[in-house]
């Protein structure tokens, strides 16, 4: 289908560990896997994203993997701070020709000083 | 700030009222879109403008309608309000016609309806 299954839905880690989140996704003619942040009562921020013809892409402390073939892709959060704390959504763009983007539900990390 | 504006902030209304919700896109953007969040739940796609047209649609009920105009600001119009339709609003704005890294959401206007 449609959807973007994301897991877990809840993930609670002390400061310095690593956060890991798992998406898995059903359209294989998806392409761009972006990653947005969102703290409370906030707008969603991207703060990283890939496309599908790149497996692993790094930014400081994130990093993304994306494997096309068994469609699931991931958020690696290293070194986490209490400021990593808010809600993460990964998405896919759809595979049709407009902007549309198709959200998980959402992941509430709390990062525990 | 995203460069995405959207008024109101915040709407309180009574069941069966209509309310529209008003977003000005980033400068240069020619695509609007519209997300539909509501509580502890992922964003749900509406509809996008590109360049004053309809492009895409999503999962929109019938009472709700939207459209761009040629300044590029867009309008969600929401009709004959229920309790179910409370819920943040997010505008979007991008470049071109496609998601891109260029993709930046509004802060949201938060509808309450009593």
């Known amino acids: 289908g449609e959807n973007v299954e994301q897991h877990p839905s809840t993930l609670s880690v002390q400061e310095g560990d690593s956060a890991v989140i798992k998406c898995t996704y059903s359209d294989s003619a998806s392409n761009y896997f972006p990653w947005y942040k969102q703290e409370l009562g906030k707008r969603p921020q991207l703060i990283i994203d890939i496309r599908s013809n790149v497996g692993e892409k790094k930014d400081q402390r994130i990093a993304v993997t994306l494997n096309k073939t068994a469609k699931h892709f991931s958020l690696h959060i290293t070194e986490t701070q209490p400021e990593d704390s808010a809600v993460y959504f990964c998405?896919?763009?759809?595979?049709?020709?407009?902007?549309?983007?198709?959200f998980g539900q959402g992941t509430t990390l709390q990062v525990k000083p | 700030d995203s460069g995405v504006t959207q008024t109101p902030k915040h709407l309180i209304t009574a069941t069966g009222q209509r309310v529209t919700l008003r977003c000005s896109p980033r400068s240069g953007d020619l695509s609007v879109y519209w997300y539909q969040q509501s509580l502890d739940q992922g964003l749900q796609f509406l509809i996008q403008?590109?360049?004053?047209?309809?492009?895409a649609k999503g999962n929109i009920l019938e009472r709700f309608s939207a459209q761009q105009f040629p300044d590029l600001h867009s309008e969600l119009n929401l009709s004959s309000l229920e309790l179910g339709d409370s819920a943040l609003y997010f505008c979007?704005?991008?470049?071109?016609?496609?998601?891109?890294?260029?993709?930046?959401f509004g802060s949201g206007t938060r509808l309450t309806v009593v």
């Open positions: 403008y590109y360049n004053g047209e309809e492009r």
């Open positions: 998405v896919r763009g759809d595979s049709s020709n407009t902007g549309k983007l198709i």
């Open positions: 979007a704005s991008s470049p071109t016609d496609r998601a891109s890294r260029g993709y930046t």
